[in-house]
Nanobody, 127 residues
């Protein structure tokens, strides 16, 4: 599977960005998808995830109410709409996919089972 993220850039605090991740190489609609981020000096952390059909979504507490994850299975693409951006949202954002359909899960603020990763896209938020 190949995952190609795009849409990062420089934005002022309070602004918005929409990230996209195009997937190829297998049946997109069979796999849950997610977004993670990694800030300098910090571990990679869960941001948001979405089920195969798009009917279930999960968010880190830090982005709940500001970010929206969605997917278009006809376009093999998952999105992350980021609103009210804060300087602490600045990071490299990575798109991820389940390795096994339905195997990923959310627990206590973390998301497990995302085993395929794309190259990241940088999001920079100026204060």
């Amino acid at each position: 599977v190949q995952l190609q993220a795009s849409g990062g850039g420089l934005v002022q605090a309070g602004g918005s960005l929409r990230l996209s991740c195009a997937a190829s190489g297998r049946t997109f609609s069979s796999y849950g998808m997610g977004w993670f981020r990694e800030a300098p000096g910090k571990e990679r952390e869960f941001v948001a995830a979405i089920s195969r059909s798009g009917g279930s979504t999960y968010y880190a507490d830090s982005v709940k109410g500001r970010f929206i994850i969605s997917r278009d299975n006809a376009k093999n693409t998952v999105y992350l709409q980021m609103n009210s951006l804060k300087p602490e949202d600045m990071a490299v954002y990575y798109c991820a996919s389940e390795e096994t359909p339905g195997a990923s899960y959310y627990s206590a603020g973390h998301y497990y089972g995302m085993d395929y990763w794309g190259k990241g896209t940088q999001v920079t938020v100026s204060s």
